[in-house]
């Protein structure tokens, strides 16, 4: 038996597009490089494209940005997708947020409990890695590509699509979070570093379903978030909340003081007590023998 209690770090992980930027990232970065001005037309291409080649549409969109790259002679590189990373903007108060939620948790909590966020995405880890928000990310798991030996993208390495995401949850769950580790193998419940009932995960549409699935059937708690004045994206959160999906939704705005703020505190603050009754029983079944 463990000495020492060790559940005590709280998971928040993230969707990123439509979750803490109203746009998918390569429509503020990659796509305007490359004459793109209208997002939703590429996109559009790629719906097509998959249902023609029967294709994954992750790997669809990946071909398809080199593609059109390459026919505009822009190089795609990851210093240069980091590069254009500054040109994302965000949800309200989102560049604020993490340091405000790790304050909140420090002087709430104390020391005893740990945050760590997390971000998992179809999108692109080069871009996200060249974010202003990225510092606060304790791992980011997302698409990536494979460069050659001149530093451009060549193929998808790494590719991340909405059931792949639950992938990523067992990795956290289990602390197993280099993609070479084996997550397969049977790990007991009390060992696992970041129980199910300390993971909050916030989403904002149906691609976060099975993530959300998992840790809700595990204990675990969701949000999902909906784009101010989006009657489609607020009704498509309301189907989550009926079908339990979700816990909570709420406007994506993230300044301190909303909607989203007190509910994503209020979770923190159930997920802290259960950690504290935890630590209690620890501590009993050490003194006791048991």
């Not at 989006?230 to 705005?253: H, M, T, W, Y």
Request: hydrophobic share 35%.
């Amino acid at each position: 038996m463990s000495k020492e209690f060790k559940h005590n770090v709280i998971a928040i992980v993230y969707d990123f597009d439509g979750t803490l930027t109203p746009q998918p990232m390569q429509e503020y970065t990659v796509l305007p490089e490359i004459g793109i001005r209208d997002g939703k037309k590429f996109w559009e291409q790629v719906n097509k494209e998959s249902a023609r080649t029967n294709g994954e549409a992750i790997v669809t969109y990946m071909r398809l940005m080199l593609k059109e790259s390459k026919s505009r002679d822009f190089p795609v590189t990851a210093a240069k997708l980091r590069e254009l990373a500054k040109n994302i903007n965000y949800f309200p108060g989102v560049e604020t947020y993490f340091k405000r939620i790790n304050d909140y948790i420090a002087k709430q909590f104390g020391r005893g409990v740990e945050v760590r966020h997390y971000v998992i995405s179809a999108g692109l880890k080069e871009i996200i890695s060249g974010t202003s928000i990225a510092g606060y990310f304790y791992k980011v798991f997302a698409s990536e590509y494979y460069y050659n030996e001149y530093g451009a993208a060549t193929f998808p390495n790494v590719v991340v699509n909405d059931t792949v995401k639950t992938q990523f949850i067992f990795r956290i769950n289990k602390g197993k979070e280099n993609l070479n580790d084996n997550i397969n193998l049977h790990m007991p419940m009390h060992l696992r570093p970041i129980p199910f009932q300390n993971i909050l995960y916030i989403g904002d549409g149906l691609t976060d379903v099975p993530c959300m699935t998992v840790i809700r059937k595990n204990g675990g708690s969701a949000i999902a978030v909906y784009k101010p004045y989006s009657s489609q994206g607020k009704q498509i959160c309301k189907q989550l909340l009926q079908a339990e999906r979700v816990n909570f939704i709420a406007q994506a705005d993230y300044k301190g003081g909303t909607e989203l703020d007190r509910l994503i505190k209020l979770l923190l603050g159930v997920i802290v007590e259960g950690i504290r009754y935890e630590r209690e029983s620890f501590k009993q079944t050490r003194k006791y023998g048991l």
